[in-house]
């Protein structure tokens, strides 16, 4: 984390504040969160619901698809729960040991399910390898009418998810439930092959392809966390650029140096900068334009900046 060194009065008086500029946005963003909550909340219930479902679907059948997609629901359902308590505890405020608040909780949450998402695609590959060199007995008409009703659950959880606000962390939620969706279309398109030609194999085939298509979501959701968890400059943001502009555009501003932008989450940015005064220039105008340049033209609405004459 970038240091905010307090060490000179331009600086700490420019830190407080942009803190009470800073509370308008941050508090609208417990309301962006409160659509991603409520949707969570939603999309874990339905999925709970049918889980238990497909267990019972599938001890009364005997049949190992079903039983198999039920632990595929299962993680769902602790993604999903993941997801839901990651919102709840962003909106809380900050304290004396988190100066930041927890709004990077729903990151790590979206990292832990990226992790989750690998984990589940490899199960399904091992599976469908097993399945595959020691078939087994499936009752394709108890298998498709499961699987048409699980398709119906997750269509209905995907378009409360897809809808809804929360950035990341619901995006990763939506993923599982994709990859469930995905699933259950693999094990209709199976169930009708079996009942026509009885041939087995399908089901682990399809399998591997839902598996691959959750890979590809996974690394996107993991690598965008994963960036956000490493301290890297906010997507789009050009510190090069960054310092060209405000040598433009802030009358008395000598040059910029030790710039630093990174992201506590998705929508809050934050800035740090070494700011060099022309001979005679008024420190508190530079200090404002800066940040009204940083605010106005790269979204960055919480800068924090060191005056050096």
Known sequence: MPD??????GHDHGHSHDHGHHHGPGHSHAHHHGGGA?????????TGFFMVAEVVGGLVSG???LLA?????ATDLASLLLAFFAVRLARRPADARRSYGFDRVSVLAAFVNGLALFVIALWISIEAIQRFLDPAPILGGLMLWVAVAGLIVNI???RILHG???GLNTRAAALHVMGDLLGSVGAIAA???????????IDPILSVLVSVLILRSAWRVLSEAGHILLEGTPSGFDPARARARLADAVPGLAGVDHLHAWCISEERLMA??????????????VRDGIKRVMAEEFGIGHVTVELRV
């Open 4 to 9: 905010h060194g307090h060490d000179h009065d």
């Open 164 to 166: 809804a606000e929360g």
């Open 272 to 285: 740090t900068l070494e700011a060099d005064l022309a001979p005679g220039a008024a420190p508190e105008a």
């Open 69 to 73: 997609d039920a632990g595929h629901m």
């Open 191 to 201: 169930a009708l092959i079996i009942m026509t030609t009885g041939w087995t194999p």
């Open 38 to 46: 409520r949707a969570l909340g939603i999309a874990a219930g339905l």
């Open 63 to 65: 049949s190992l698809a």
């Open 156 to 158: 209905i959880a995907f």
